[in-house]
């Protein structure tokens, strides 16, 4: 495998602009176990191995349901979900693959019965930042640890 720019190291304070925007999400008044579902599912979409793990162990370490949590990538079926959880991860789904799909008004209206104009453009942030993490992680080629001091 070729070399990669770690963006850490060379733009450090390219990755230091996301602070700001997880902090504003962390106090957005959002669910934290929602956005660390969609953070999960979003990585799951991209297969950014790095985030699927790192959130994974977060989840679990605010001890989330680890049952839950692993159902994740079947939401659909799994009945684990509330109606309002499986309308923010078909929003996650549907602007992650918004190539495909076009954002359609009948999956952006499905969040409306379940959440406030405010937590809609959240939640919309949310998935935006995890789909831009995605892709810095698997530009770099980031690889969860092989071992890891809390699980």
């Known amino acids: 495998m070729s070399h990669r720019v770690?963006?850490?190291k060379v733009a450090p304070d390219a990755m230091k602009a996301f602070g700001p925007l997880y902090q504003y999400i962390g106090a957005s008044g959002l669910d934290r176990a929602l956005v660390d579902m969609l953070y999960m599912r979003i990585s799951q979409i991209n297969g950014c191995a790095y985030c699927v793990d790192l959130h994974w162990r977060d989840a679990m370490k605010a001890g989330?349901?680890?049952?839950?949590?692993?159902?994740?990538i079947t939401w659909r079926e799994?009945?684990?979900?509330s109606e309002r959880e499986r309308a923010a991860l078909n929003w996650a789904?549907?602007?992650t693959h918004v190539a495909e799909t076009g954002?359609?008004?009948a999956d952006y209206d499905q969040l409306k019965p379940h959440f406030s104009e405010k937590e809609i453009a959240d939640i919309t942030v949310v998935i935006a930042l995890m789909n831009a993490m995605n892709r810095?992680?698997?530009?770099?080629?980031?690889?969860?640890?092989?071992k890891v001091a809390d699980h």
Not at 136 to 146: E, K, S
């Open 64 to 72: 989330d349901d680890a049952r839950k949590f692993n159902s994740i």
């Open 78 to 81: 799994a009945p684990f979900f």
């Open 93 to 95: 789904e549907s602007l």
């Open 136 to 146: 810095i992680g698997i530009g770099q080629r980031l690889a969860p640890p092989a």
């Open 103 to 105: 954002a359609p008004d």
């Open 6 to 8: 770690e963006i850490k």
